[in-house]
């Protein structure tokens, strides 16, 4: 590009740039004139929320936003003004010398909540309110609360029939191809192939391979190409493009409905890692398209570099599971080997019991996962020095080796009280879930500790201003820091808990993991085969996502359904679903149903490794080394970003670093001054700027 050339595609930009406001006004124009006439609907004395919501194109809880006249009965007695609380009655104190620990109260009764399991209707529970009170203009989300008394009692229990037990059979392997949906090469075992894809569409991809490779083939890996976006600008949402792609009909196939102890049926719309699933009309072939994001990110691999990565980790893992099948995802694998190393001998020969669906309900809605903040200026410079990238390498797998086993206690307030100061800071170490009001020291000037609840769903913040009070839920790591962290103890009163015996249940995976992942990644490094270190960098790589989304699939979301409705019968769409998409014939949307029977359901494991890997980002032993490493052993105001297992900093540090699971690997390195990030967009434009910049200065 020449100069001419590049003033230019400047112009050109500025006019997409005043394109892109004008959109944006005349876009906030029309949701303005919608809400008006959502008001002026709800006048009317018959008017119901879930009539005005498909036409809207919004979820009923939308609409009862704009127009609260509108909330259903129970959710109007839910709102009623609550009759004025009891004092709150005084709990005996912990031993003065816990300075941490302040004198506990027994947490009074406030607004009525439901816990965020979905599919049995759950006992009310009290939450106790964050102080002070937030402004009026800010949205609040309360996290759900265990009942008092024998009911709340009667959540800590396990669901009956259901256990996580160690499979008698053997998992059955699919044959497997990988394509480049922009050349068309396709790989199928040592053959190579030059496909003619057309259109791209899902019919077009189906019609060419099975034209050209035997019917055998079950799963379909496209490396490169994302077909599933290639209709991205005619869609608001890169979401409904993907789903227009994957529901378009095909002459002889069909969406799949599952197949024997395969319960995976339907499409799985993802915006950027979609699961296309289809049957033939017969009945007698199912097929997968899939992305191999999925397992690792490719950088112009083409597709005979990605089935050497899937055959180095096969033979990989084989080395540890003589049974190791690679099935469609990282998660689904994850699982599969876990069940695995369930034992056959001993204390959990039976397997592990699921917790009740209230306690996995009140888990998946107040455990949250990593880490994501961006500090913007004032709290950092608007010129930073420099920008800093360190990762914590194969971070999850540090935290595997102490896990929650068996049926949860109750701890309460009361009972926290009671207890010796000793006995206190061990349960706190020990494997628990916990209810607390929280303090920021008056005099704190460094990040916040612990996750509030943010406005959003299953959003997260993390308050740091001086005197601040909130109620949350944190993990025993997390609580643990808080009081004991390097700079100032926080002040922390215990409300409620769940504390569970110490276990190893997921030790024996996680090890066997690990050697499989520093196995391929000293093939990476001293392979001489560039094509074939590419290979075990990958195939590593994917043993870190086996470990992290298997990891993440213990937590078992709730089921969401999505479904169809013709726009002139919008009054079938359901009452409590959201609409995500409508077109000229169509209203798509998508309701919650509950959890599913998954006898491998196990949010405590999740949660308890989260929380310690959040808990890692703010300090962390060297013990070899004698030192720390992590948030709070930077100066104040240098903490630029945390992102899940990543840390962004205006200056770098010596930390050790020994290719070891949770050690602070230099990543990127961008030389100021460098205009601090306001948005994720720009931060991910610098962090890749930085890793940039930090490799050529390697290779100089």
Aim: glycine share 6%; charged share 20%.
């Amino acid at each position: 590009m020449d100069a001419q050339s590049y003033n230019a595609a400047l112009a050109d930009l500025r006019g997409v740039r005043d394109q892109i406001k004008k959109t944006r006004a005349a876009l906030a124009k029309l949701e303005a004139d919608r809400d008006k006439q959502i008001v002026q609907l709800a006048s009317y004395e018959k008017a119901k929320a879930e009539r005005i919501a498909p036409a809207a194109g919004l979820g009923v809880a939308d609409v009862v936003a704009l127009a609260p006249s509108l909330a259903p009965d129970s959710l109007a007695v839910q709102q009623a003004p609550q009759s004025p609380a009891p004092k709150p009655s005084p709990v005996k104190a912990p031993s003065a010398a816990v300075a941490s620990l302040p004198t506990q109260t027994q947490a009074a009764p406030g607004p009525t909540t439901t816990p965020a399991s979905a599919g049995t209707a759950a006992p009310e529970a009290h939450t106790v309110s964050s102080e002070p009170p937030a402004a009026p203009s800010e949205a609040r989300r309360e996290l759900p609360s265990i009942p008092a008394g024998s009911s709340g009692d009667a959540w800590f229990t396990h669901t009956t029939g259901l256990v996580s037990t160690r499979p008698n059979f053997t998992q059955q392997a699919r044959s497997t191809v990988f394509l480049d949906a922009t050349t068309g090469v396709l790989v199928h075992r040592s053959q190579t192939h030059h496909l003619d894809l057309a259109g791209r569409s899902a019919a077009d991809i189906l019609t060419a391979v099975f034209h050209t490779v035997p019917e055998d083939v079950e799963r379909i890996y496209i490396t490169a190409g994302d077909p599933w976006h290639r209709d991205a600008d005619r869609y608001p949402y890169l979401r409904d493009a993907v789903a227009a792609w994957l529901n378009a009909p095909i002459a002889g196939w069909r969406t799949d409905t599952g197949r024997g102890r395969d319960r995976m049926a339907g499409h799985f719309v993802h915006a950027r890692n979609p699961v296309g699933r289809y049957q033939s009309a017969s009945g007698d072939h199912h097929v997968e398209i899939r992305s191999v994001g999925e397992w690792f990110d490719t950088d112009g691999d083409d597709p005979h570099t990605v089935r050497d990565a899937f055959v180095l980790l096969w033979q990989a893992l084989r080395r540890h599971w003589d049974d190791a099948v690679i099935m469609g995802s990282p998660s689904q694998t994850g699982r599969d080997l876990w069940t695995r190393t369930i034992p056959t001998r001993g204390q959990h020969a039976d397997g592990f019991p699921v917790l009740s669906e209230e306690l996995r309900g009140l888990l998946h809605a107040t455990a949250g996962q990593g880490r994501n903040e961006l500090l913007t200026p004032p709290r950092v410079p608007e010129q930073l020095p420099q920008l800093v990238e360190y990762d914590r390498t194969f971070a999850y797998a540090k935290h595997t080796w102490k896990s929650p086993v068996g049926t949860p206690r109750r701890i309460t307030a009361t009972t926290f009280a009671a207890w010796s100061e000793k006995e206190q800071m061990r349960a706190l170490y020990g494997c628990g879930h916990w209810q607390v009001r929280v303090t920021v020291p008056d005099t704190w000037n460094h990040v916040g500790l612990l996750p509030a609840p943010a406005p959003g769903d299953r959003a997260w913040h993390y308050p740091a201003t001086p005197g601040t009070i909130f109620t949350t839920w944190a993990g025993g790591p997390e609580i643990h820091t808080a009081l004991t962290n390097p700079i100032q103890p926080w002040k922390v009163e215990i409300l409620d808990g769940l504390l569970w015996e110490d276990g190893k249940p997921l030790d024996d995976w996680a090890k066997k993991l690990k050697e499989t992942w520093t196995n391929l990644s000293a093939q990476a490094h001293f392979q001489g085969d560039p094509q074939q270190a590419r290979a075990a960098h990958l195939a590593s790589r994917a043993v870190r996502s086996i470990l992290l989304y298997g990891i993440g699939s213990f937590a078992q979301r709730p089921r969401m359904v999505t479904g169809t409705t013709p726009r002139s019968l919008e009054r079938d769409v359901p009452p409590d679903a959201e609409i995500i998409g409508f077109d000229d014939e169509l209203i798509t949307w998508q309701k919650p149903t509950g959890f599913a029977r998954d006898p491998n359901a196990h949010p405590e494991w999740a949660a308890a490794i989260w929380s310690a890997a959040r808990a890692a980002l703010l300090t962390q032993r060297h013990r070899d080394d004698d030192t720390y490493a992590g948030t709070l052993h930077t100066p104040p105001g240098t903490v630029v970003a945390f992102r899940t297992d990543a840390l962004y900093l205006t200056q770098p540090h010596d930390w050790p670093y020994h290719h070891q699971p949770g050690d602070y690997l230099l990543r990127g390195r961008l030389t100021g001054p460098v205009t601090a990030p306001t948005s994720e967009e720009e931060l991910l434009t610098l962090r890749e700027a930085g890793r940039a910049a930090l490799t050529a200065e390697r290779e100089a």
